[in-house]
């Protein structure tokens, strides 16, 4: 059969090379947003700031895609002051591809947590030269540029970049367009404290632009609106697995209707409602008789008729 495969394969070479070699992404483009900030790219956002002693780009694009070397070379025709800064939204390889092309004249910023994930994963990205743990201040010469770390929320590395001055806040991952799902699912993501840091940036002062890593600009009440369907969706899978329902019976239980008008909806609530079990699976414990996880849970560990904690 993998003969026969490899054979077709072959046949179709030219084919197979164009799906694989270059991925029918959208072409990158560049929007001003503010007098110093940026917004460009194609599939994913990314953004950059000018001030007049540098350039801070934040995010490279997808691999493959070629955007980071174009927005170089569109860097270098449109400025004549040099990237000093790349900064790193977070370690995933679909925001960060490419970003070694500036490290000619660049030094990569990323969150401390960061690191580990880029050099075991092998990203193909510039390797952080400065990380820090809580907030640190860009000066790009007239403009400043405010990192922050809100805890664990979308891995534990995702910051939010901030340019107070011009009201815009960079926020890949965290957030889309309006009324919508961020994520396909929830797998790395910390809920408790995701909630927490989703009301904080909907309250946040200087901040009228909101850009996401992925679809529209939009602004602050995203953030609201994603807390609200977080929260929703913890403690209505949490009342669940309390009364004992096994996730099968969570999935036709837990419909989240009241929240289908939002983005994604169709496409993702299946997969978050399943990645929010598997999260409140680890957060409780349930008391004696409350279900059958342990040994359940998801491929089966033999706890079976031995006392856990004191053995046969
Ligand atoms: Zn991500």
């Keep these: 059969m993998s003969v026969i495969r490899s054979l077709f394969c072959v046949i179709l070479m030219g084919l197979c090379a164009a799906a694989f070699g270059q991925r029918n992404l959208p072409a990158p483009t560049i929007d001003q947003l503010t007098e110093h900030v940026y917004r460009y790219g194609g599939l994913t956002n990314g953004a950059f700031i000018v001030g007049s002693e540098g350039i801070a780009v934040v995010d490279g694009q997808t691999c493959g895609s070629g955007g980071t070397q174009w927005l170089k070379d569109q860097l270098a025709e449109r400025f004549d002051v040099p990237v000093k800064y790349v900064i790193l939204s977070h370690d995933h390889e679909m925001h960060i591809c490419g970003l070694e092309v500036f490290a000619d004249t660049a030094r990569a910023v990323a969150h401390v947590n960061a690191k580990p994930h880029i050099i075991r994963e ?61 994520m ?20 946040m002062e200087n901040v009228d ?39 099968e019976e969570i999935l036709e239980i837990v419909t989240m209707e009241d929240f289908s008008d939002y983005g994604w909806f ?16 680890h957060y409780r414990e349930p008391t004696e008789g409350g279900g059958r996880y342990e040994s359940e849970f998801p491929i089966g560990f033999p706890v079976g008729e031995v006392d856990k904690f004191n053995g046969p």
């Excluded at 396909?184 to 309250?203: F, H, V, W």
């Excluded at 169709?266 to 699976?281: A, D, G, K, L």
């Design 122 to 182: 092998g990203r193909r990205t510039l390797v952080p030269e400065i990380t820090f743990d809580q907030n640190m201040q860009l000066d790009l010469g007239g403009i400043e540029v405010d990192l922050m770390w809100l805890g664990p929320t979308h891995t534990d590395n995702l910051i939010q970049v901030h340019v107070p001055s011009e009201g815009v806040l960079i926020a890949v991952d965290f957030v889309r367009e309006g009324k919508a799902l961020a």
């Design 184 to 203: 396909p699912e929830l797998r790395d993501a910390d809920i408790a404290n995701s909630i927490k840091a989703l009301g904080y940036l909907g309250r």
């Design 209 to 247: 632009i909101v850009v996401p890593g992925h679809g529209g600009i939009t602004d602050q009440q995203a953030f609201i609106y994603f807390r609200d369907y977080l929260q929703a969706l913890r403690d209505r899978v949490l009342e669940q697995m309390v009364a004992g329902k096994e996730i």
């Design 266 to 281: 169709h496409q993702w609530i299946r997969s978050n409602v399943i990645t929010m079990w598997e999260q409140m699976y």
